[in-house]
Nanobody
């Protein structure tokens, strides 16, 4: 049973940094899969998940949400079967529960950039780690 486990969350003041990590036993970071980070959407929103960042294991290309680009970086570590999310210049809007997600399915390279941004592409979800940013 694949179970992603997140770590590294916590409380930080605005402008600070946090580094989240996700590890999953029994999961191999290979063969055209998506590995992503999402945040639970605030209550009342029509959507459930906010896309943060992802990496496609087929070509190693990473993507970060436009709203976080320049502040967040996703880094896979295939040797350790883990992926990290470095978050800099945090602000209060970044507060929330952050989840690591892994796909069981494999995707074609051409479709990966779009598919890895969709929560429906992922079958394995961690329990989440809380990030709280205060002013």
């Amino acid at each position: 049973q694949v179970q992603p486990v997140e770590s590294g969350g916590g409380s930080v003041q605005a402008g600070g940094s946090l580094r989240l990590s996700c590890a999953a036993s029994g999961y191999t970071y290979d063969s055209n899969k998506c590995v992503g980070w999402f945040r639970r959407a605030p209550p009342g929103k029509e959507y459930e998940w906010v896309y943060i960042a992802s990496v496609f294991t087929g070509d190693g290309i990473t993507h970060v949400s436009d709203s976080m680009k320049g502040r967040f970086t996703i880094s896979p570590d295939n040797a350790k079967n883990s992926v990290a999310l470095q978050m800099n210049s945090l602000n209060e809007e970044d507060t929330g529960m952050y989840y690591c997600a892994l796909s069981r399915r494999q995707f074609y390279v051409a479709g990966a950039p779009a598919l890895c941004k969709r929560s429906g592409s992922y079958e394995y979800w961690g329990q989440g780690t809380q990030v709280t940013v205060s002013s």
